[in-house]
């Protein structure tokens, strides 16, 4: 290939960021942007047979390209005995991918996919470069292992909080879709509320726990709904396809409406007026951008990471912060009604989520990303 010839070549985008929906989301809200910015862009999604991405990124019209998964055990186990040899697998097969589609940069949002891709992007015998750029995103208050070994590498370092752990990190939020972040509320508010079958004028409570619901969210809201309906609150709640929920019958006052899933969450945020839901990352930018105001109830889990995403949104005023084990039917009646109830409260957190939301992050994190593949282009 020419120089004049390599130096119109459309860019080529390497997307490392499978196995979840917080890590698929991000990844596709930035290919959305990637396209507004070129339409010639060029944009491989690299993922594993074991993501949700086998659905979610086809659905979006972005060629999948799989590779071996790495899982990292997070303590000493049988299982760190045949590490080296899996990740040797992964990186062989994302190198020849990488070389496939000439990529001139390679976006990783942590997790299991973007390791082979960070130790990919080293120097490789069919490469017209000794190497290709980095840029890390970490959506989370703190960085996984796969993001502290691609930070190392990055030409940039983006994040969504200011103490990530990352070195250099650029704080630019999380990047969300744009049906989201330019989704006007109440013009949409008829229509979504109609369409789920809701009180068109009663205040109303959105309640989930992500894609597979959350026991405690569902019994301690579900136990709640004669007081909720009781005080003039309506409630959408997606309970988990997986899970069944028994609701108190109510006579009278707003419907209660249960539903497994909820594929047009556009339309369950613009039909809410406030939410009850966990706060991982992705949940926590959506919510925020649309300026809902929250009850945050971080996953028991983990290392805490759910209620260090809450933190900002939580100081702005925007939320509030409800432990797994202290959410309970009384704490509803007790502290979610009082709040629902108060109309200018509920103005003032909805102001403050918007405010400490970032709308533009995927339309500036695709910048960064197109910046470094012209910079570092031959």
Do not use: W
Not at 62 to 71: A, E, Q, R, S, T
């Amino acid at each position: 290939m020419g120089v004049t010839e390599s130096r119109v070549r459309s860019v080529s985008v390497v997307l490392a960021g499978g196995g979840t929906a917080g890590h698929i989301e991000p990844a596709m809200a930035v290919a959305d942007a990637l396209r507004s910015i070129d339409p010639h862009v060029r944009i491989t999604a690299l993922g594993t047979e074991r993501g949700l991405e086998t659905k979610l990124i086809p659905e979006r019209g972005y060629p999948l390209k799989l590779i071996p998964p790495v899982p990292l055990p997070r303590k000493a186990s049988r299982q760190m005995f045949g590490l080296p040899r899996r990740v040797r697998q992964a990186v062989k097969q994302t190198r020849a991918i990488l070389d496939e589609v000439e990529a001139d940069v390679i976006i990783g949002f942590g997790g299991y996919v973007s390791l082979p891709a960070y130790l990919a992007a080293g120097p490789g015998l069919l490469r017209r470069r000794q190497r290709i750029p980095i840029v890390v995103h970490e959506a989370n208050a703190s960085a996984g292992l796969a993001n502290k070994v691609g930070a190392r590498r990055a030409s940039r370092v983006l994040t969504a909080f200011p103490e990530s752990g990352l070195p250099n990190g650029e704080v630019v939020g999380i990047p969300v879709r744009a049906a989201i972040t330019g989704l006007d509320r109440g013009a949409l508010r008829a229509k979504a509320r109609e369409s789920f079958g809701l009180d068109p004028e009663a205040t109303t409570l959105l309640v989930f726990g992500g894609s597979q619901g959350a026991r405690s969210l569902n019994d301690a809201v579900s136990a709640a709904a004669p007081d909720l309906a009781a005080a003039g609150i309506g409630v959408l709640h997606a309970h988990g396809p997986k899970n069944s929920l028994e609701v108190p019958a109510v006579d009278v006052g707003p419907p209660y409406v249960a539903v497994p899933y909820l594929s047009r969450m556009d339309l369950a945020y613009a039909a809410a007026d406030a939410v009850v839901c966990r706060s991982g990352a992705m949940t926590v930018a959506e919510v925020s951008a649309v300026g809902l105001p929250a009850v945050y109830v971080p996953l028991p889990h983990g290392n805490g990471e759910q209620e260090l995403n809450a933190r900002p949104v939580v100081a702005a005023g925007g939320g509030i912060v409800v432990s797994d084990g202290d959410l309970s039917r009384d704490r509803v009646v007790d502290t979610i009604i009082p709040m629902l109830q108060d109309k200018d409260r509920l103005r003032r957190m909805s102001e403050n989520a918007a405010d400490a939301g970032h709308r533009s992050a995927a339309a500036q994190v695709a910048k960064i990303v197109m910046d470094v593949a012209r910079g570092d282009r031959a």
